[in-house]
Each structure stands twice: as C-alpha cells, then as structure tokens.
C-alpha cells in the first residue's frame, strides 16, 4: 500500500499558514477546523509544519503567553516529508523514528497532501480486516476431498 492510496480516500483539502502570520491566528484556524497541523508555505514552497506539539512547546517557552510570536518561531523547519510512491511500511517506519504526527506528501516541489499518525494507522487495520475477512471466505469455502475433516466454521 502507498501514500497516494490514503490521499484517494483521505480527500485534498489542505490547511496553510505563512511563516509571517501570527501565531495566535494559527491557533485559531487550527481550533476552528479542529486540525493539528498547518503546512507552512512561502511563495509556494514548503518551509515548515507547525503542529499543536510545537505550539505548545512555544507557549511554555513564552511563559504561557502567545503574545505576537510569528508562526516562524513556532514552526518545525525541517519537517519530514514523503511523496504519494512512498510505501505505507517506510513511512510508518519514518514517522515512529522522528516521532512525527503529521508528514506533508510531496512531489517536487508541489504540496499534495498531509498524512497523519492515524491516517496510516486507519489505513494498515483497514487493509488487515479485509485481509482477515477474505482468508475467513477462503476457508469457510474450502473444497472437501472427501477424506478430508472439514475445516472449522470460523
């Protein structure tokens, strides 16, 4: 499975932010959409991922106050990305390495997507329930010989 298979049902609605808008109205686009994560663009490049893990880290680093902090201070400059080709596998294995929630889905230069934690985890029980369900069928119509016991009714 690949990441283009998740965008397909996922849909392509994207959330952005630029690294010069205030903090506090990424907050606010974040709660009113209930999304965690905004792709930063500037001038039509990915520069960065601010989730609600490194608003939360900024808002401690400040006290407690959001103040006029700019997304730029907030944000993760070197967010880990994929491209739809990627297979589920890597990008669980990349995800659970750098300890990432959220991996923009790339190809070049142009945004395609955002995955999530719980998109790939959706994704990998859904593609294992089908799985069990069509080895269920499989053994439930199991040919008999004749000499053979009958396989269980699962």
């Known amino acids: 499975m690949k990441v283009s298979d998740i965008l397909r049902v996922k849909g392509s609605t994207l959330y ?16 009113e959409k209930d999304i965690g994560s ?3 663009m ?3 490049d990915l ?5 609600f ?3 939360i880290v900024c808002i401690v680093k400040n006290g407690g106050v959001v103040g006029s ?3 730029r201070t907030a944000m993760d400059d070197h967010p880990l990305t994929c491209t739809a080709e990627t297979e589920l596998d890597e990008v669980r294995r990349m995800m659970l390495e750098r300890h ?13 997507g955002v995955i999530s934690f719980y998109d790939v985890a959706k994704a990998v029980v859904d593609s294992q329930n089908f799985e069990n369900k069509m080895l269920k069928a499989y053994i439930r119509d199991w040919p008999e010989t004749g000499d053979e016991t009958p396989a269980p009714r699962l």
């Open 16 to 31: 952005t932010v630029t690294p010069d808008e205030p903090l506090a109205t990424a907050i606010d686009a974040m709660a």
């Open 38 to 40: 905004l792709v930063v």
């Open 42 to 44: 500037d001038h039509g």
């Open 47 to 51: 520069v960065g991922m601010l989730t």
């Open 53 to 55: 893990r490194e608003v």
């Open 69 to 71: 902090t700019l997304v």
């Open 100 to 112: 990432a929630r959220y991996m923009p889905v790339m190809d070049r230069r142009m945004l395609m």
